[in-house]
């Protein structure tokens, strides 16, 4: 299974980016696509994730409203519609799989990207 992730960039404060996750390798039904980030000096922590099988969203509450995950199954593709960015959402973000219901927990994804870096100017 590989994961690319890419659309990374610098933006000012309340600009938008999108993050786009290609999956090969394998069919992901039943699997959970997610987005982790990770700050410097902090823990990789959930942003959002996608059911492959059904589409369903679910978002960290930082994100809420702001971020939008959706899913190409043709493509094999996640993508992840940053709106409104902030200085803190500055990070490495990271795709992931795996094969669980339990979308917000980080050790349930077997599967990685490389990061994506998305730095946001204040």
């Known amino acids: 299974v590989q994961l690319q992730a890419s659309g990374g960039g610098l933006v000012q404060a309340g600009g938008s980016l999108r993050l786009s996750c290609a999956a090969s390798?394998?069919?992901?039904?039943?699997?959970?696509m997610g987005w982790f980030r990770q700050a410097p000096g902090k823990e990789r922590e959930f942003v959002s994730a996608?059911?492959?099988?059904?589409?369903?969203?679910y978002y960290a509450d930082s994100v809420q409203g702001r971020f939008t995950i959706s899913r190409d199954s043709p493509k094999n593709t996640v993508y992840l519609q940053m709106n409104s960015l902030k200085p803190e959402d500055t990070a490495a973000y990271y795709c992931?799989?795996?094969?669980?219901?339990?979308?917000?927990?980080?050790?349930?994804?077997?599967?990685w990207g490389q990061g994506t870096q998305v730095t946001v100017s204040s």
């Open positions: 390798g394998r069919t992901f039904s039943g699997y959970a």
């Open positions: 996608i059911s492959w099988s059904d589409g369903r969203p």
């Open positions: 992931a799989a795996g094969h669980t219901d339990y979308y917000y927990t980080i050790n349930e994804y077997d599967y």
